[in-house]
């Protein structure tokens, strides 16, 4: 038994003092805590903002660049029926929120 302990004891110690130990015992926790934090912080960053496009056109005469600039940038619905639509959703919508904020209050 004594010559079982002495194998593992200088086993041990021979893996312990590797550098590969001594890094990973620093780098583990470190990755942990990243694989942790850094979801959340880019689930908290905030998009849909104004999105900037650039163009590289090298047909000739700039002819895709002509067509987007010629291209309406906004187009309305044709009848208001989408418009009023959209709108009654969104008061319906906030009058559950509303709804459910004044029944936790009591």
């Known amino acids: 038994m004594k010559k079982f302990s002495a194998i593992v004891k200088r086993e041990y110690l021979q ?21 942790a934090v850094l979801p959340g912080l880019l689930f908290s960053i905030k998009a849909g903002g104004k999105t900037r496009l650039a163009i590289v056109d090298l047909t000739e005469q700039r ?19 989408e418009v009023s639509v959209a709108n009654s ?18």
């Open 63 to 81: 002819q895709l660049a002509q067509r987007i600039r010629e291209a309406p940038a906004h187009q309305e619905p044709e009848s208001g029926d």
């Open 15 to 35: 893996r312990v003092r590797s550098k590969m130990f001594v890094f990973m015992t620093i780098l583990g926790p470190v990755m942990l805590v990243a694989f």
């Open 89 to 106: 959703l969104n008061a319906n919508r906030q009058d559950r929120l509303e709804q459910l904020f004044d029944q936790r209050k009591r």
